[in-house]
């Protein structure tokens, strides 16, 4: 087979940047071989290695990799002009939606990319919240060392102990750590048993101080659920089946922060809502800057849902799903 060169693969003509990010990330970041990034974009094993030179010389890759540089393809201009973003970073990567632990995969690729991104879009002296969930686990863990000067980080949800991902207010201690932040947790469970206890407990002046504090957001960084039956707020009974089946039946198609939201975005007023402890969506509406990291085709229709309704200026997804939100097109069945 003839050696692709740098110059005839299609790709590096459409989005360059972003193409020679991804081949850095697999190559120094998740340890693949040369032949290896080779198979996953496509490519012979003499690009792979063109793709690697280049990301050195241009300063995409210096030991972290610049984030910016998943956020340089038309793909990305042409998202951040449709819904008015002041800027979309794209993940070139797609593998099969039937492929084994495909939600896993984008998840892990898209918290990624968004843990570089974050140094690029949040500023020192702001007041920035972080939501819980399993992309939010793995950017946690995935944001570079690198401090932002009087930055402070806090839990956006309240308290859950469950099996399935970390503690809620890990997310945010982590990232804290990692950008030398400030971080204030919210010591109130998530949900509670009845809409009056939770009333009360809001109330409580150490509860109180820290709610009104979302009311000053320069930023919030949170992903976004579909309203499934196996939705990760019924497996950690945050939530139950037949309540999930009631929000779809009034037509959720996501859920933002543990709010569940209609196709345009608002909040469909239900059962759990009113027991929740956490963030408002009107609170994350109106911070300056709100970072959506989410990809996959069964989270399509919530993140355009998000999109719709006004809280989010920065996104980072997979390559599938901007090409999807460009397209109008409905999720696969």
């Known amino acids: 087979m003839k050696a692709q060169s740098k110059e005839s693969d299609p790709r ?25 990034i080779a198979l996953r974009l496509g490519v012979s094993r003499p690009t792979v290695i063109s793709y690697l030179r280049s990301a050195r010389e241009q300063k995409i890759v210096d030991i972290r990799i610049n984030g910016a540089a998943f956020s340089a393809s038309n793909l990305s201009r042409e998202l951040r002009e449709k819904y008015e973003l002041d800027d979309v970073y794209v993940a070139d990567f797609a593998p099969h ?16 990319v968004g843990a570089m991104a974050l140094h690029d879009i949040l500023k020192p002296g702001e007041l920035i919240g972080a939501a819980w969930g399993e992309t939010m686990q793995f950017l946690s863990e995935e944001v570079p ?4 000067e009087n930055l402070t980080v806090c839990q956006l949800n309240g308290s859950m102990n469950t099996p399935l991902v970390s503690a809620a207010e890990s997310v945010a201690i982590k990232i804290s750590s990692r950008l030398g932040a400030e971080c204030f947790t919210l ?15 809001r109330e409580e ?14 930023g919030a960084i949170f992903s976004v659920g579909n309203c499934d039956a196996d939705t990760p707020m019924v497996q950690v009974a945050l939530t139950t089946k037949n309540e999930i089946d009631w929000y779809r039946r009034n037509g959720a198609v996501g859920v933002l922060c543990g709010h569940f939201i209609n196709q345009a975005g608002e909040q469909v007023e239900g059962p759990v809502g009113s027991r929740m ?15 959506l990291v989410a990809g996959g085709y069964s989270k399509f229709d919530a993140i355009q849902a998000t999109l719709k ?14 090409r999807m939100l460009l397209d109008k097109r409905s999720a696969p069945a």
């Open 97 to 112: 939606p039937e492929s084994e632990n495909y939600r896993a995969s984008i998840n892990k690729h898209v918290a990624r």
């Open 205 to 218: 002046p150490a509860i109180r101080n820290q709610l009104q504090k979302f009311g000053s957001l320069d």
């Open 12 to 36: 590096l003509s459409v989005h360059q940047d972003s193409v020679l990010a991804t081949a850095a990330m697999l190559y120094y970041k998740e340890g693949l071989t040369q032949n290896e």
């Open 277 to 291: 402890i956490g963030v408002t969506l009107e609170q994350i509406r109106s911070a300056k800057t709100g970072i």
């Open 145 to 148: 060392y690198r401090l932002i």
């Open 309 to 322: 309704g006004g809280y989010v200026s920065h996104l980072v997804t997979d390559e599938m799903t901007a």
């Open 187 to 201: 010591h109130a469970p998530a949900v509670l048993s009845s809409s009056e206890l939770a009333a009360a407990l």
